[in-house]
């Protein structure tokens, strides 16, 4: 009786299924810190998504099962802990060689027979980055069943179009490390930070100091320098431009939250009240109202690309930019390896504002799509690779997202795509990666 008035009636009745070896291993190319702590601390992640967290709080779950498969002789030790946060496991050892197990067959009977027997499920979550599971969501959709997506790699555009919900692998290696605060989406465009973003506990300390950390002096300096930059400016500046031109007076503002302030915004908001800020197009702008105005901003780009190139973006999810843009994004990126080792969150943000000030902005999501393509198509981002070796590898791996997406391509389509991608870095720095001879290994 307790139990029964206790049990949240109005949660989701939901069903999970986990491919732990696809999980783990596509977990471990992205970051090994996350794919451990998914493995050996699945309690992170499993309260994350019965508390509905990957829906925006609105659909809390109570998961009926709880399937785990996994290859005993790899992945043996993980059994324990699995069942002891309520899975049932199945052994699923290798079938050949290469170490092939039969985890996606026992996956698909258990589903077809939780989705044929007298309970209705209002909910089947998967966990795999196996694209062969898009016909059981083809009738879990059919019989309307909501559907829930988790991958640990790069998976082909119509195993995600056909779920309800997708949880992308970097919101999954977060969630697995236990950065649920942190946990921000990934989008091609992100959304401008509010001016109201609360300060870190950072810059709460720098706040409450008893030493001030900025003199008079220094908000001077870094007042006169952004002021510079956005009057020699022929047009309202890109606010990368106008934030690195305060770095360069005060490299420490980053470690600080911005004096406190918490986002560059509100840096500007509370600093120089005397320039604008508009954050919509992106990457955001900043201006003197006495010179600029709302109009002088540019419009959003609308990428003029042929129609095949638009059909490849749209099949594999490549980031529909310019092959100028692709060349601003390969450069920065080189540059910043070349400076800092790769780190999955940081990377992209360094590298989006890289190319912020050159001038030829590239969105955090893009940087993010082809950073994890490269990764998961074998691409080492330790060795300080050039730019014309990122561009040939992800131009090889486009060409593997076609394969898999049963695109055949012809003399002229391989052309299109090394024009698109390529088009923009002179012919010397351009340098071509082998196509992959097994197309799903990539996904």
Aim: hydrophobic content about 40%; proline content about 6%.
């Amino acid at each position: 009786m307790s139990e029964h008035l206790h049990r949240d009636e109005s949660a989701s009745r939901s069903a999970l299924f986990v491919d732990f070896d696809n999980m783990y291993l596509g977990l471990r190319k992205l970051d090994e810190n996350a794919a451990e702590a998914f493995a050996s601390r699945p309690s992170l992640w499993l309260q994350w998504l019965e508390a509905g967290l990957d829906a925006g709080g609105k659909t809390r779950r109570r998961f009926l099962v709880k399937n785990v498969y996994l290859n005993p002789v790899t992945f043996g030790s993980y059994r324990a802990v699995y069942t002891r946060n309520g899975f049932r496991s199945i052994d699923c050892p290798p079938l050949t060689g290469q170490g092939k197990n039969s985890a996606d067959i026992y996956m698909v009977l258990d589903i077809v027979d939780a989705l044929q027997s007298g309970f209705r499920y209002d909910e089947f979550v998967i966990a795999s980055t196996d694209a062969d599971f898009t016909p059981i969501l083809h009738r879990l959709r059919g019989q309307d069943r909501r559907t829930t997506l988790l991958t640990a790699g790069l998976s082909a555009a119509a195993y995600r179009a056909v779920c309800d919900s997708f949880v992308s692998p970097e919101v999954l290696a977060d969630v697995a490390l236990g950065q649920f605060d942190d946990v921000e989406a990934v989008v091609d465009e992100e959304p401008v930070p509010s001016i109201m973003m609360p300060p870190s506990s950072a810059a709460r300390q720098v706040a409450t100091e008893p030493k001030p950390s900025r003199t008079e002096e220094d908000m001077a300096e870094v007042r006169a320098a952004v002021r510079a930059a956005v009057a020699t400016a022929d047009s309202p500046l890109v606010s990368a431009a106008a934030a690195h031109a305060a770095l360069k007076v005060r490299p420490n503002l980053k470690q600080t939250d911005w004096w406190g302030a918490g986002s560059f915004r509100a840096f500007l908001a509370l600093y120089l009240e005397d320039l604008a800020y508009e954050g919509n197009p992106s990457p955001g702008y900043v201006y003197d109202p006495r010179r600029h105005s709302r109009a002088d901003l540019p419009g959003p780009e609308r990428p003029e690309l042929g129609t095949f190139v638009q059909q490849v973006c749209m099949i594999t999810g490549a980031p529909a930019m310019t092959s100028e843009r692709y060349a601003s994004l390969f450069s920065a990126l080189a540059d910043d390896l070349a400076a800092a080792p790769y780190e999955r969150n940081e990377t992209p943000k360094r590298v989006r504002d890289r190319t912020d000030v050159s001038g030829v902005s590239v969105a955090r999501g893009a940087v993010s799509f082809v950073a994890q393509g490269l990764i998961f198509s074998g691409q080492k981002l330790d060795s300080d690779p050039s730019a014309r070796e990122l561009a040939g590898s992800y131009l090889a791996y486009v060409k593997n997202l076609c394969a898999n997406a049963r695109m055949t391509l012809s003399t002229a389509d391989e052309e299109a795509l090394e024009a698109w991608i390529l088009g923009s870095i002179p012919s010397d720095k351009i340098e071509r990666a082998p196509v992959a001879t097994d197309a799903d290994a990539v996904l």
